[in-house]
């Protein structure tokens, strides 16, 4: 099992940068996937990006992909979601997740990730 907690939120103007960081804890963390996702009020949960557990795989959703930047540092239990050229539709509560055993394939769906953080706010102003 998995513990994860989330820090690096805040305000930013539009144009600007933030770094996202999920520590995790638990002895087995180098054999998880892990995943960023999303939630805007009013809004579903969205997925944001993912990397696989040596960190050879990324994945970003569209609306990211060349601003944002996801990597994990197994030694440290940490994975950390790089976000530039923030844009006010990306004000939303970010989540952290790991999951074992998913497939490249479903490594999109938060279904497939049953160890989630609290979240932290980024709020991006125009």
């Known amino acids: 099992q998995v513990q994860l907690v989330e820090s690096g939120g805040g305000l930013v103007q539009a144009g600007g940068s933030l770094r996202l960081s999920c520590a995790a804890s638990?002895?087995?963390?180098?054999?998880?996937?892990m995943g960023w996702f999303r939630q805007a009020p009013g809004k579903e949960r969205e997925f944001v990006a993912a990397?696989?557990?040596?960190?050879?795989?990324?994945y970003y959703a569209d609306s990211v992909k060349g601003r944002f930047t996801i990597s994990r540092d197994n030694a440290k239990k940490m994975v950390y979601l790089e976000m530039n050229s923030l844009k006010p539709e990306d004000t939303a509560v970010y989540y952290c997740?790991?999951?074992?055993?998913?497939?490249?394939?479903?490594?999109?769906?938060?279904?497939?990730?049953?160890?989630w953080g609290q979240g932290t706010q980024v709020t991006v102003s125009s």
């Open positions: 997740a790991a999951a074992d055993n998913v497939r490249s394939g479903t490594i999109k769906r938060g279904s497939e990730y049953p160890y």
């Open positions: 638990g002895r087995t963390f180098s054999y998880y996937a």
């Open positions: 990397i696989s557990w040596n960190g050879g795989s990324t």
